[in-house]
C-alpha cells in the first residue's frame, strides 16, 4: 500500500481555477493507473479523470473535459489535476487514488487500491 496525500483545494469563484496535488509516499512510476474521484456528501464517488502508467492514456468524465487537466510527475512521486473554468457544480470532495496493478478500468472506484483522505473543493457563484 502506498499513501497518498491531496493538497490545493479551496474556495474559488466561478470560473476560476485550482491546482490540486497528491503526494505519494512511494515512488508513483511503480503504481499502475492513478485517478481523481470527487463526492458530494450523500451521493456516490464519481470518476473525474485518470492516467495510465503504461501509456500515459488520459480519461475524463464528460462533465469536466475540456476544463481539466490530468498529468502524474514520476520525478516527484506527485499526481495532478488542473482544474479550469470551475462552475459551482465541482463543489465536492477531491479525492486521488491508485491501482496498484491495472485492472483495465479506470473509472470504478472499487478497482482503486489506495485513497487520499480528500481534499475540499468549493466554487461559489
Known amino acids: 500500500q502506498v499513501q497518498l496525500v491531496e493538497s490545493g483545494g479551496g474556495l474559488v469563484q466561478a470560473g476560476g481555477s485550482l491546482k490540486l496535488s497528491c503526494a505519494s509516499s512511494?515512488?508513483?512510476?511503480?503504481?499502475?493507473?492513478m485517478g481523481w474521484f470527487r463526492q458530494v456528501t450523500g451521493k456516490e464517488r464519481e470518476f473525474v479523470a485518470a492516467i495510465t502508467r503504461s501509456d500515459g492514456a488520459l480519461y475524463y468524465a464528460n462533465s469536466v473535459k475540456g476544463r481539466f487537466t490530468i498529468s502524474r510527475d514520476n520525478a516527484k512521486n506527485t499526481l495532478y489535476l488542473q482544474m479550469n473554468s470551475l462552475k459551482p457544480e465541482d463543489t465536492a470532495v477531491y479525492y486521488c487514488?491508485?491501482?496498484?496493478?491495472?485492472?483495465?478500468?479506470?473509472?470504478?472506484?472499487?478497482?482503486?487500491?489506495?485513497w487520499g483522505q480528500g481534499t475540499q473543493v468549493t466554487v461559489s457563484s
Open positions: 512511494g515512488r508513483i512510476f511503480i503504481l499502475d493507473t
Open positions: 487514488a491508485a491501482q496498484l496493478v491495472g485492472r483495465g478500468s479506470v473509472s470504478q472506484p472499487g478497482v482503486y487500491d489506495s
